[in-house]
């Protein structure tokens, strides 16, 4: 019951001390002193000893020493003395980077800084100016040797076209409307 000149209480007791909330995993969880405490890392596997590939080229050799010279000998040769690349041989193609001097350094070289003179006698913009006047020169000697090429040609117009080759004479039709016969 609620106590007398007072309003009654609505809500829950709050949990003890030793409560926590939200998910709790057993094992796994322990706190902070095992967030910091250790790292979950993998370990090493150990390498496997691969199977090296067969030395086809000494097999082959020492088969033609042997004597031996159909295709069915040299296959039974093969598995009778099975010989194997050297470890060497076989890891040429995975070695590892060259050797390089201890002062080289690795990636692009960072660009030179700007410079400031150049920037404040407007070199740039005079660079920019000359090439234009370069091209423009170009394309006017281009413009010239166009025009000399066609001077003493004569121009194909359409009215020299005509002249030559006139369009045919329209053939005129026979038939009127018969209304408009004069009668």
């Not at 002249?163 to 038939?175: D, G, H, M, T, V």
Request: with cysteine; hydrophobic share 30%; net charge positive.
């Amino acid at each position: 019951q609620a106590e007398l000149g007072r309003p009654r209480r609505c809500g829950y007791a709050l949990p003890g001390h030793d409560f926590s909330y939200g998910l709790y995993i057993h094992g796994t969880d322990g706190g902070v002193p095992e967030a910091i405490g250790h790292w979950h890392a993998m370990k090493p596997r150990p390498a496997l000893q691969r199977k090296m590939p067969r030395d086809y080229i000494t097999m082959n050799c020492s088969a033609l020493r042997a004597g031996y010279a159909t295709a069915h000998e040299f296959n039974l040769f093969c598995k009778a003395k099975d010989i194997r690349q050297k470890a060497d041989e076989e890891s040429r193609f995975k070695r590892g980077p060259p050797k390089v001097p201890a002062d080289m350094t690795y990636g692009i070289v960072s660009r030179p800084s700007t410079p400031f003179f150049d920037l404040l006698q407007h070199k740039y913009k005079e660079l920019w100016m000359e090439q234009q006047r370069a091209t423009t020169v170009i394309q006017r000697e281009e413009k010239k040797k166009v025009i000399t090429q066609f001077k003493g040609k004569a121009y194909e117009t359409r009215t020299t076209l005509l002249r030559k080759y006139p369009l045919p004479a329209k053939e005129e039709s026979f038939w009127h409307l018969p209304r408009l016969d004069k009668v």
